[in-house]
C-alpha cells in the first residue's frame, strides 16, 4: 500500500480552535496529539488518559517539544472534548479514513459474474451506553468497509428521531459506484433503497416482521414456490465455518421469482438464508432462517457472492462496535456530558482504523503495545520518528 500523503494528526489539526487567544497555556495541536496518543494507548476514561501522559510525560516531552512541558489537567482534556467542534472533528476523521480505505482498495471487495470488483459497506446505530446512563442520549449511525473496518462515515441520532432518519445523512453526496450497501431490518426503507440506486450503488436489506408485505411475500415464494419454475429462476449454495467453538453451515437461496410482484425499488434477487449452528462441546443444534432482498441482478451476483455481502455486513459489529466497547471501553466511560462521548467515538474511530491500516489483527494487543512505547504512538499519528 502506498503511503499516505496526509497524517491522522494534519487533519486533527483542521479542526477549529474553540478557545479564546487570551490566556491560552498549550497548543491546540499538542492538546489533540496527547488525546489521540492515549487512546491509541488504549485509556477508556479522561482520568486513565492523564494518568498514562503523566507516567510518560519524559517520553512525550522529548518527541512533542511542547512551549509548555507540562501534562494539561483533566479539566483541560474533558474541555477539549465537550466543546470540541464535533461535527468539524467527524468530517476530518472521515476523510482521512476515506483516504486509508483508498489505500486498501481490496478489502471489502467481491469478485462479480463480470469480473468486477465490487465492495461492501455496512450501515447500522450503536448506543453509547456510558453516556446515555447517564440521561445524555448517545446513538451514532456508521457506515463501514466490510473487512477491514474502516468507518467512512459516522452521525449522530437525535433524541427525538432515531436511525431510519439520520442513515440518508450518512450516505448523502456519496458516489455509491462499484459499492454494495448492507443494513439490518429496521433500515430496510424504501426511500433509502430508492436512494441508494439514484446514487449509483447496489443494497442488500434484511427482511423482518417490520416489513410485513415483504416478509410474507419472501417466506412464502420459498416455502410454496410458484409452479411452474422457470429456469435458472431459484439458485442456491452452501458455505460451511467452523470457529468460537462452533460448527455453521449456511445455506443461501435466491429466487427472482418476486421481481415483477414486489414494489421495491429495483429488487433483483429475494434471498433466504439459513444457518445451522451444532456447538461442539454440547452437541446442541440451533437454526436461523433469515430472508432478504438485493437490487444485485443475477448476471452480477448469484448466491455465493451475496452470501460474501451478507457475511461482511457483521464487519460493523465485530471489528468496530465490539473493539471500541471491549478494547476502548466505550460503554464503560464516564464522560458523558455535550458531545464528549461522540467526540471520543470519532477519535476512537479515526485510531481503530488507523491500526487496521498498519496490520494490527488483534486491536488489544496494538494498544498494549503502544501504551508501553508512547513516541511509537505519535509515530503512528504522524508525529516525525525522532
Known amino acids: 500500500m502506498e503511503p499516505l500523503q496526509s497524517t491522522l494528526l494534519a487533519h486533527l489539526s483542521q479542526v477549529p480552535d ?20 492515549a ?5 477508556t476514561s479522561v482520568v486513565a488518559m492523564v494518568e498514562w501522559a503523566q507516567a510518560h510525560a519524559a517520553e512525550l516531552f522529548d518527541t ?8 494539561p489537567s483533566p479539566a483541560t482534556w474533558r ?25 486498501d482498495a481490496v478489502a471489502g471487495a467481491v469478485t462479480l459474474r463480470d469480473g468486477q470488483l465490487w465492495r461492501g459497506q455496512a450501515i447500522d446505530g450503536k448506543d453509547v451506553r456510558g453516556a446515555s446512563a447517564h440521561g445524555t442520549h448517545t ?52 426511500a433509502l433503497a430508492q436512494q441508494i440506486r439514484r446514487q449509483n450503488g447496489h443494497y442488500l436489506m434484511v427482511i423482518k416482521k417490520n416489513q410485513p408485505t415483504l416478509y410474507w411475500a419472501a417466506a412464502l415464494v420459498f416455502d410454496e414456490p410458484p409452479l411452474p419454475a422457470r429456469p435458472g429462476e431459484s439458485l442456491t449454495c452452501q ?32 434471498l433466504r438464508r439459513t444457518a445451522r449452528r451444532v456447538h461442539l462441546r454440547t452437541g446442541h443444534v440451533e437454526s436461523q432462517v433469515t430472508y432478504g432482498l438485493t437490487s ?69 494487543t496494538a494498544v498494549r503495545h503502544y501504551a508501553s512505547h508512547p513516541q511509537r504512538a505519535l509515530h503512528l499519528l504522524g508525529v516525525p520518528a525522532q
Request: charged residues 20%; positive net charge.
Open 64 to 71: 512533542l517539544h511542547p512551549t509548555c512541558p507540562r501534562i
Open 79 to 103: 474541555r477539549l472534548l465537550i466543546h470540541i467542534d464535533v461535527a468539524a472533528l467527524e468530517q476530518q476523521v472521515a476523510a482521512y479514513n476515506q483516504a486509508l480505505d483508498q489505500g
Open 296 to 364: 444485485l441482478p443475477r448476471e452480477l451476483a448469484g448466491p455465493a457472492e451475496l452470501e460474501r455481502f451478507w457475511r461482511g455486513h457483521w464487519t460493523i459489529e465485530n471489528r468496530v462496535h465490539y473493539v471500541r466497547d471491549e478494547t476502548f471501553g466505550e460503554d464503560r466511560c464516564q464522560l458523558w456530558t455535550a458531545t464528549g462521548p461522540q467526540a471520543l467515538a470519532v477519535i476512537r474511530n479515526a485510531i481503530l482504523s488507523l491500526l487496521r491500516f498498519h496490520g494490527w489483527s488483534n486491536i488489544a
Open 139 to 190: 446513538f451514532l449511525v456508521s457506515l463501514v468497509r466490510h473487512e477491514s473496518g474502516y468507518v467512512l462515515g459516522q452521525a449522530a441520532v437525535d433524541r427525538k428521531t432515531n436511525e431510519i432518519t439520520v442513515a440518508p445523512h450518512v450516505l448523502a453526496g456519496r458516489d455509491l459506484t462499484g459499492t454494495v450497501t448492507t443494513m439490518d431490518a429496521l433500515l430496510t426503507q424504501y
Open 239 to 270: 458455505t460451511q465455518g467452523k470457529g468460537h467453538g462452533r460448527l455453521e453451515t449456511r445455506r443461501l437461496a435466491s429466487t427472482t421469482a418476486l421481481n415483477d410482484y414486489l414494489r421495491w425499488p429495483d429488487v433483483a434477487q429475494v
Open 39 to 43: 487512546v491509541a494507548a488504549g485509556q
Open 18 to 37: 474553540f478557545r479564546r487567544a487570551r490566556g491560552q497555556r498549550f497548543a491546540w495541536s499538542y492538546l489533540l496529539t496527547l488525546v489521540a496518543a
